[in-house]
């Protein structure tokens, strides 16, 4: 004879608890693939644009950041407040108040590829304004007497198109597409273990 004795109120409240378990490991699984997501879109960003300063790390105002889902809101997303890198991601036309200084390859640049601050249309030392037949520009002189030259080095414009460079959208999509299911099957796998 084989006896058989069943503790009814600890099956029902294991098997009472299997939601919450599978909703708090779904959330591990999406904040783990939300922090996956944003370190590629700032890998991204890196390889497609030229930073200055460090405005795009995470957890600074404008950087690439993470909303993070909970248990009882399964939401992640990935972010940033940077709303001048849509037109980077989308490609348009940017419409500027006054006028847009777009820079020739006169202007000087760091080895970063960034235009320094004393390069800046505002700040070039010697600058002018000056009206060509293709529209209005900054100018600099450069040599002297008779070998001296006119050097344009901003274009002022009031509107510019700005391609698309960073693929945002699609950097997402296949993080997303390549590691959404992993990442839950884990967080719901490390919920279940810690019921043990």
Do not use: C
């Amino acid at each position: 004879m084989i006896n058989m004795d069943a503790n009814f109120k600890e099956i029902k409240s294991f098997i009472g608890s299997i939601p919450k378990q599978i909703s708090y490991g779904s959330s591990v699984g999406l904040n783990n693939l939300a922090t996956h997501m944003r370190d590629s879109e700032l890998a991204g960003a890196k390889n497609a644009l030229t930073l200055r300063g460090r405005w795009y790390e995470p957890r600074s105002r404008f950087g690439f950041n993470v909303q993070f889902a909970k248990k009882n809101d399964l939401n992640a997303s990935v972010y940033t407040r940077a709303d001048w890198l849509v037109l980077h991601a989308e490609g348009g036309t940017k419409t500027a108040r006054g006028r847009i200084a777009i820079p020739t390859a006169e202007v000087k640049r760091s080895k970063r590829d960034i235009i320094t601050r004393a390069n800046r249309p505002r700040n070039v030392k010697g600058s002018f304004l000056i009206h060509t037949s293709k529209g209005d520009a900054i100018a600099v002189r450069k040599g002297k007497g008779k070998r001296s030259r006119f050097v344009i080095l901003y274009w002022l414009e009031k509107q510019a198109k700005i391609k698309k460079v960073f693929d945002f959208y699609e950097i997402g999509k296949k993080v997303y597409d390549r590691n959404a299911h992993r990442y839950i099957s884990d967080g719901i796998d490390i919920a279940f273990r810690g019921m043990r």
